[in-house]
């Protein structure tokens, strides 16, 4: 009974074994396979994003996720960008520390100083003065001819003395050196004061004065001809108190000339006051300022003088013929 019972014993636990084979077998496969599905689509859904993440996108959130986080990233970045020109955002800031030293070509002030020399340089060319400038030393020589009674191209009418002149053409200026006040000197150191009442016209040259008989003899003898001097414009002390305007006859509301008499300095301007503000006028060889149309005459008149100094007058009535005071005159320099 103990043989045929090891022998059943032995049979149950060879059956077992067979059985217990196949059994590890399947599931080392089925295991396998589970591993290689769940695994695979892993990868696969990395590797092959296109096929699984297209109907993955298309609804999703997975697919829809990391594409929403990309934009809320790159979306702030390109609001960065784009604000840094606006505002200097975090990313420009760098370049604000380097636009510091951009910047410091602008600091360098160049631009103030330019800005300052240009705006020195603008008065200089703004400035009033025509081509005879005050504190300014011509060279020329001097004739001489008969003044008579000191009236001129100038229309200032007889003058209370002789010492006059008559400037050049060029530098007449279509009546610009009208009035001015000049000191000739000649070689010898003499020197003496004239006015400008009359034009000398061509072929008298730049810087050449023609005196009156009575002045040139105060320099040298007439017989003398031709004398090399220098001269400047002065702003003299002896100038009436008060500067005064007259109209040109014929002056009307319709059209009307004007004319500044007893000036300190000569005078470079003259402005009417219309309905549109003030109004430059045209100036004649004759030392008059024009209203064509009637403009401006009988109102305020306002002139400026070589320095750039305006004096406004008011009160002037349109009478042709008469010098009316005013209650003003140019600064001395």
């Known amino acids: 009974m103990g043989i045929p019972l090891a022998l059943a014993a032995i049979g149950v636990l060879m059956c077992l074994a067979f059985a217990l084979l196949p059994g590890r077998g399947g599931s080392a496969e089925s295991a396998a396979p589970a591993a290689a599905g769940s695994a695979a689509p892993g990868a696969a859904g990395s590797a092959g994003a296109t096929e699984s993440s297209v109907p993955a996108s298309s609804g999703v959130p997975t697919g829809a996720t990391p594409s929403a986080a990309a934009p809320s990233v790159t979306g702030p970045a390109p609001s960065a960008t784009g604000t840094p020109p606006s505002s200097g955002s975090p990313t420009p800031r760098p370049a604000t520390t380097a636009s510091p030293t951009a910047t410091t070509p602008v600091p360098a002030t160049p631009s103030p100083p330019a800005a300052a020399s240009g705006t020195g340089a603008a ?176 109102g305020p008149i306002r002139v400026t003088d070589v320095y750039g100094e305006h004096l406004t007058v008011d009160g002037i009535a349109v009478k042709p013929d008469i010098a009316q005071p005013t209650r003003v005159q140019f600064a001395r320099h």
């Open 123 to 298: 008065p200089a060319a703004a400035s009033p003065a025509g081509r005879i400038k005050p504190g300014t030393s011509y060279q020329g020589v001097a004739t001489s001819y008969d003044a008579a009674d000191g009236n001129g191209a100038c229309s200032f009418g007889p003058s209370g003395d002789l010492m006059v002149a008559a400037m050049n053409h060029t530098d007449y200026e279509s009546s610009r050196a009208c009035g001015a006040s000049v000191l000739v000197r000649a070689a010898n150191g003499v020197g003496i004061t004239v006015r400008i009442v009359n034009e000398c016209p061509l072929p008298c040259a730049p810087g050449q004065l023609d005196l009156s008989h009575e002045a040139f003899a105060k320099l040298a003898e007439l017989s003398v001809g031709r004398l090399p001097i220098t001269w400047t414009v002065l702003s003299p002390g002896t100038a009436p108190d008060t500067m005064s305007i007259r109209y040109k006859s014929g002056s009307s509301q319709w059209w009307c000339g004007i004319q500044v008499i007893g000036h300190r300095n000569p005078v470079a301007a003259l402005e009417v006051r219309t309905a549109t503000g003030w109004r430059q006028l045209a100036r004649t060889d004759y030392n008059y300022f024009l209203s064509p149309d009637g403009g401006g005459c009988g």
